[in-house]
Structures are given as structure tokens and as C-alpha cells.
Nanobody, 126 residues
Framework: QVNLIESGGGLVQPGGSLTLSCAAS????????MGWFRQAPGKEREFAAA???????YYASSVKGRFTISRDLAKNTAHLQMNSLKPEDTAVYYC????????????????????WGQGTQVTVSS
């Protein structure tokens, strides 16, 4: 059983920063991938960023250059550093785990992930 526990959401002003964390148990990040998705009210869940077991990273065009995904292998935790936040970044953010066999082209697809965290709210507002 894989468990993912997110933390770090909250309220931030436009232009501000937040760091989300996702602590994983039951599957090591050394041999699996981790993704961050987000879902705004009334919208579909969308891909934000992902990191493969080999450390390769992927970003949605809407967050590239502002968000950075990283991982701490010793703590088996992934992070999403979010800078220059905009009101349109407001959403519930979910981390998700995928096996080490996932191919690169699938990392942006929710269907590639078999375990999900409970979600954490990020609100960007003045």
C-alpha cells in the first residue's frame, strides 16, 4: 500500500511563493515517479509537474519557469516550489505516484498514476 501525504498549501498573494511537499510511504522515489496535478473549481484535473526515478523533470507550459519539482531521496519526499504565483494557479493540488516503468510521454496523464494524495488547497488572492 502506497500512502502520499501532502502539506504546504495555503493563502498567498499574487507574486508570492509556496512550497508543497508530498511524503511517500510504501514506494521509494528511487525507483518510481511522482507527479503534481491541480484542479480548480469547475475544471478538470490538469498536469503541473513530474519527476522520474532518474531525476528527469517535466512541466506544463503554464507553470514552466515558475514551478520547480524536486525530491529528497533520504526522506522519500517530493517538493513543488511555486514562485510568481498568479490567481489562476488557485486550485487543489494533488501529488501522485507512478511506477518506474512509466514512459516519458505518459507523465502528464492522470491515468499513468496509481496512487494519489488527499490534496492541498492553494489560493492566490490579494
Amino acid at each position: 500500500q502506497v500512502n502520499l501525504i501532502e502539506s504546504g498549501g495555503g493563502l498567498v498573494q499574487p507574486g508570492g511563493s509556496l512550497t508543497l511537499s508530498c511524503a511517500a510511504s510504501g514506494r521509494t522515489l528511487r525507483s518510481s515517479g511522482m507527479g503534481w496535478f491541480r484542479q480548480a473549481p469547475g475544471k478538470e484535473r490538469e498536469f503541473a509537474a513530474a519527476i522520474r526515478s532518474n531525476g528527469a523533470t517535466y512541466y506544463a507550459s503554464s507553470v514552466k519557469g515558475r514551478f520547480t519539482i524536486s525530491r529528497d531521496l533520504a526522506k522519500n519526499t517530493a517538493h513543488l516550489q511555486m514562485n510568481s504565483l498568479k490567481p489562476e494557479d488557485t486550485a487543489v493540488y494533488y501529488c501522485a505516484s507512478t511506477s518506474g516503468r512509466t514512459i516519458a510521454s505518459m507523465f502528464s496523464s492522470p491515468s499513468a498514476y496509481d496512487y494519489w494524495g488527499q490534496g492541498t488547497q492553494v489560493t492566490v488572492s490579494s
